[in-house]
Nanobody, 126 residues
Framework: VQLQASGGGLVQAGGSLRLPCAAS????????MGWFRQAPGKEREFVAA????????RYANSVKGRFTISRDNAKNTVYLQMNSLNPEDTAVYYC????????????????????WGQGTLVTVSS
């Protein structure tokens, strides 16, 4: 599966952005989906994950209550709605897909994701 993330840009603190990630070349509802981010000089970190059906989600503590992950299997797209953004959210955001035969509904470890998009830059100004 190929992944294409978009929607990044420059936003002021307190603002919102919605990142879509479009998938192609695979059966989308076979994949657990996730969002990760990498800030300058830091390691990549988990942001949010969603199960194949969309019924189960998981968030990093740093974004819980502000970010929402969702998916539209009919459109082969996963979304990350980001509200109340702050400068610490500045990073390149990556969407990823996992088809590992795990018993868990969501994957929060980047090692569990075999497919990655190219990333989209989100910059939050203070």
């Amino acid at each position: 599966v190929q992944l294409q993330a978009s929607g990044g840009g420059l936003v002021q603190a307190g603002g919102s952005l919605r990142l879509p990630c479009a998938a192609s070349g695979g059966t989308f509802n076979r994949y657990r989906m996730g969002w990760f981010r990498q800030a300058p000089g830091k390691e990549r970190e988990f942001v949010a994950a969603i199960s194949r059906s969309g019924a189960t989600t998981r968030y990093a503590n740093s974004v819980k209550g502000r970010f929402t992950i969702s998916r539209d299997n009919a459109k082969n797209t996963v979304y990350l709605q980001m509200n109340s953004l702050n400068p610490e959210d500045t990073a390149v955001y990556y969407c990823a897909a996992s088809d590992l035969p795990l018993i868990v509904a969501v994957s929060t470890q980047d090692a569990e994701y075999a497919y990655w998009g190219q990333g989209t830059l989100v910059t939050v100004s203070s």
